[in-house]
RNA sequence: CGGGGCGUAGCGCAGACCGGUAGCGCACCGCGUUUGGGACGCGGGGGUCGGCGGUUCAAGUCCGCCCGCCCCGACCA
């Protein structure tokens, strides 16, 4: 490819609003350009990484028995009310009416897709297993797209489905794609660990995330180094510290002027955070078949510790939560600062604007341990010491509610677990029947039963894994491709002044010879001066750079440079395609060593 | 959805407080010089100043509403 012709250009400077290095370097180097929040278009060197990218998926997906089909991106919102997807699912699902006034969906995944064609077509067990695979364009309106191409709104991804008569089934296709994903990361050039992971609105049994762990993350994950427990925060557990057992004293009313919060509290009181009772107040939508209730969530913890709300979700089985105002809190008789459960009556009702909300309590399963807490007097300017679980007040829930936080001990080992950023490179899940039941995908096994479908779903999305290659391997010049996924291989540089023929011919002519020897080469042949060229070369990456010029071939040769090594050396004229091809093969041979088998960590 | 910031040429920015002919650098086009790390000279093109409404003799500038983009939070297969 001739520079000349190519359709992108290089940019001095990054738009203002990019902020992290992958997008402003992408955008710089002309990969890609910003349409609206969270859309993009991939130019020419973008896509051509993409493909690669892609190839690398289909190549790894092929060897575990993979098979490539392509589903739609729009869909009949009836598969979605099957799952009831539709119903538990709000803003985040683009919806929209076709001319003939029927709902359709944006596809945001293909679940459904997938379980229609299984029940349409899977009768038998001698149809299973299956594997089937996609590489396709999905829409999710995402509140806040943010840092280029981590976090967007449209975005392709590879997502694979694998379909069994049985679990060992799923199990091995788990695990199968458990280590195709590490070897698509590893020739993708990004190290990722696997970790355990919330199955959110996928529903499902087991689900594992792979993280590439940089601090632009939006992830936090605690990670063990004594034995290598690795969650992310969302469901990492944590071994808490049982307290020591006091017997139950009297209730007894302090006075607490302007002390609303723990900190105020503990300071006020001269006592530990950990001695007090902290009040957090949600308001959860959980669903009931096609009709969604609203709860009022009173969640208490030690004042030490800080809620997370996925656990409260799960524990709540709820689909949304949102923290409550106060009037709600005010209308089931609690006051915000002074909250506790002591003295509000179980079947409480609060009020939402006009709409009655009942009350449910969930207190985390330290706290019935937990002896002689000070909680809040439910009176402004007061608080209570010495209340006790069971005592003085119950929960409908008790269950682990609390945030893992840097520091806290391993729940496997007991060692110290430290928190670190990731992004989401890709997923594995365990749907189990999640789908099949609702939308009955079931097949007539040996023994002539009807049995659901076991089915898992797994994906990995190709524009912010090729995000996080770029954050991953450039420096202060520009991006520096591993040779796996570089749009091409080679940047050909011809440094012809005016009036010297000859370095142009030279250029041309190996410009033929490495295209005929079938190298990948971005040719710079426009009339522009050294310093541009070279700033060009390194700001787009290629992994290898050669210098057609009047010194070089002075010297015998071309100029050959590694874009991640500064040593340059002359290439002999008649050697230059071998020995370009032979430097090819070894960076592709660095890369190859990387792969790894991982043990696959339950 | 809450908090904050910003919208002026493709990109980066000034002009706005204090209303009076829309500017600078880079990029782009032409000619010439130059060619090993973002060259130089001369000439040139490109703007509904995010949109709508208001105030005014006069609005990029003042007022109101709306839209878009970015950041923090909430949210997130």
Sequence with gaps: MRLSKLFSQTLREAPAEAEISSHQLLVR???IRQLAAGIFSYLPLAKRALTKIENIMRDEMNAIGGQEITMPVVHPAELWQESERWYAIGSEMGRFKDKNNRDMVLAM????????LVRRDVHSYRQLP????????????????????????????KDSYSLDADWDGLDKQYRAHYQAYFNIFHLCGVEVIAVKSDVGMMGGKLAHEYMYLTPIGEDTLLLC????????????????????????????????????TIAALADFLQIPQSKTAKAVFMVAKISEGQDTAQKLVFAILRGDMELNETKLANALVANELRPAHDEEIISVGAVPGYASPVGIPGDAVGRSEQTPLPLVVVVDDLIPQSP????????????????????????????????????????????????????????????????????????????????????????IGSGRLLACIAEEHHDEHGLIWPVTVAPYHVHLVALAGKGSDQVQQEAESIYAELEAAGLEVLYDDREESPGVKFNDADLIGLPVRLTVSGRALEQGGVEFKRRDQADKRILPRAEIV?????????????????????????
Excluded at 130 to 157: C, N, S
Excluded at 381 to 404: K, S, T
């Design 109 to 116: 995944t293909h679940e459904e897709v997938v379980a229609d």
């Design 130 to 157: 299956r594997l089937i695979y996609h590489i396709q364009t999905k829409w999710r309106d995402d509140p806040r797209p943010r840092a280029g191409l981590i976090r967007v709104r449209e975005f392709t991804m």
């Design 29 to 31: 180097a002309g990969f």
């Design 372 to 459: 002689n807490l000070v909680a809040g007097a439910n009176e402004d300017g007061f608080h209570l010491r010495n209340v006790n679980y069971g005592r003085d007040y119950q929960a409908q829930i008790v269950a682990d509610i609390a945030a893992a936080q840097d520091g806290d001990s391993c729940p496997d080992c007991g060692g110290v677990l430290h928190t670190q950023r990731g992004v989401e490179v890709g997923n594995i899940f365990k749907l189990g029947t999640r789908f099949a039941e609702p939308m009955g995908c079931t097949y007539t096994d040996k023994d002539g039963v009807e049995r659901p479908v076991i089915m898992g779903s797994y994906g």
């Design 578 to 602: 071998q020995q370009v091809k032979a430097e090819i093969a070894s960076l592709m041979k660095e890369i190859q060593e990387k792969l790894v088998e991982v043990s696959f960590a339950d």
């Design 225 to 260: 180094d004594a034995c290598g427990y690795a969650a992310n925060r969302q469901i990492a557990r944590f071994q808490k510290t049982a307290p020591v057992s006091e017997q139950p004293l009297q209730l007894e009313k302090v006075a607490t002027p302007e002390t609303k």
